[in-house]
């Protein structure tokens, strides 16, 4: 059996799921997740966990068993605790400002960038150069961050642009000295 797929995933205190053939609910303090799962993946709902098994030894039914215990792990996570994406902005004249739900956004560009918030997705302006892409969906907070990225990704001689908190950026040494 898969190793992760076998593991159950335990409900922390507050935190409900409900299974209807093969989508799963899942209910907690920072939100409702809903997804759809394959139906070759079947889950059970015993006590306070959830248990996913797959219905043959088929390659692609046991990659899917892991992928789709991962994924109901993170709906878990999501609703209990939320996810959180850093990201840090470097570069002369570079602004952020939160209005409302919108961060107006200053990249050195001619022109500001303006980022609304997603349903489920608060961004949250830290200091002058951070912000925090907050939310229970993970997926969705992955991608909201990497399309504030994308406005102005890091370029290698300086460290300008858009980082991620995590993210090491490898300088590159100036062309100096050619002719």
Do not use: W
């Amino acid at each position: 059996m898969s190793r992760i797929g076998r593991m159950p995933i335990a409900l922390p205190a507050g935190v409900t799921a409900e299974i209807n053939d093969n989508k799963v609910t899942v209910k907690g303090p920072k939100g409702t997740l809903t997804r759809e799962i394959d139906a070759c993946i079947n889950m059970k709902l015993e006590g306070n966990e959830i248990v996913l098994t797959r219905s043959s030894e088929d390659k692609d039914v046991k990659a899917k068993h892991g992928l789709y215990r991962a994924l109901v792990a993170n709906m878990v996570t999501g609703v209990h605790e939320g996810f959180v994406k850093s990201l840090i902005f470097n570069g002369v004249g570079y602004k952020l400002q939160k209005t409302g739900n919108k961060v107006v956004m200053n990249l050195g560009l001619s022109h500001s960038v303006t980022v609304e918030e997603v349903e489920g997705i608060t961004l949250e302006v830290v200091g002058n150069n951070e912000v925090k892409v907050i939310g229970a969906d993970k997926e969705l907070v992955g991608q909201v961050a990497a399309k504030i990225r994308d406005l102005r990704k890091v370029e290698p001689y300086h460290a300008y642009g858009i980082r991620y908190g995590d993210e090491v950026v490898i300088r590159k040494v100036s062309k100096t000295g050619k002719k």
